[in-house]
């Protein structure tokens, strides 16, 4: 069975279109019965047909800043993504960031911005597309919605309008469905649904 805190990169598809989706626990897929089909990578490859090939690159529990108990950026699928030759990147990250123990809202928005680059610098030259993460129901993980609403979502379009990249923002679209959701954070197959239909909505645009 595999570790779902240290997961190898989940690859489907078989198609000449690479997509690398990078991210934390509602990239991964965690807490779905068969995550193989019902994350939203998963999804989105289902929209977007057999000319496309999703490697799922997320990682639970992962935040984005380097002085939390688990940066992303220090993971093996982390620098895995980073030496994909992927077409295009989507980034979902920074719902654990919203930690009181974590948040800085300065260092977030140079490490987020750093992050960014590091992926519009591949040599695939990919499209990027980063997302404002979705509402979060209750704070029973230590999750600060009022961050997420608040802050992240303007520092992430401020940093695609800034970089020159694809901003999608979950919040909207999530805030007040409690049935997107199966745990107070992790997404129902429902809600993995709404996002990838989203994202499916942005690459089409």
Do not use: C
Not at 18 to 34: F, Q
Not at 35 to 46: F, K, M, V
Not at 77 to 86: F, G, M, T, Y
Not at 114 to 124: E, F, H, Q, W
């Amino acid at each position: 069975m595999e570790d779902v805190m240290n997961p190898s990169v989940l690859i489907l598809g078989q198609g000449a279109i690479k997509i690398a989706a990078i991210g934390d626990s509602l990239t991964y897929g965690y807490g779905l019965e068969n995550r193989q089909q019902d994350a939203y990578p998963s999804i989105l490859l289902e929209l977007l047909g057999s000319h496309y090939q999703v490697a799922n690159y997320g990682m639970s529990g992962r935040s984005l800043l380097s002085t939390s108990d688990y940066p992303y950026l220090k993971e093996k699928n982390a620098q895995q993504s980073l030496e994909s030759d992927a077409d295009i990147v989507i980034i979902m990250i920074g719902s654990n960031d919203s930690r009181t123990a974590y948040w800085n809202k300065e260092q977030f928005i140079k490490e987020y911005r750093d992050l960014v680059k590091g992926y519009i610098k591949l040599p695939s030259q990919p499209e990027v597309f980063i997302l404002a993460p979705p509402y979060v129901p209750t704070s029973r993980f230590g999750l600060n919605n009022e961050v997420i609403r608040d802050e992240i979502q303007q520092i992430v379009e401020d940093v695609a309008d800034e970089l020159g990249v694809h901003f999608i923002n979950l919040y909207p679209i999530t805030e007040d469905h409690p049935e997107y959701y199966s745990d107070g954070l992790h997404l129902t197959p429902l809600g993995n649904r709404v996002i990838a239909k989203a994202i499916f909505s942005a690459l089409r645009a």
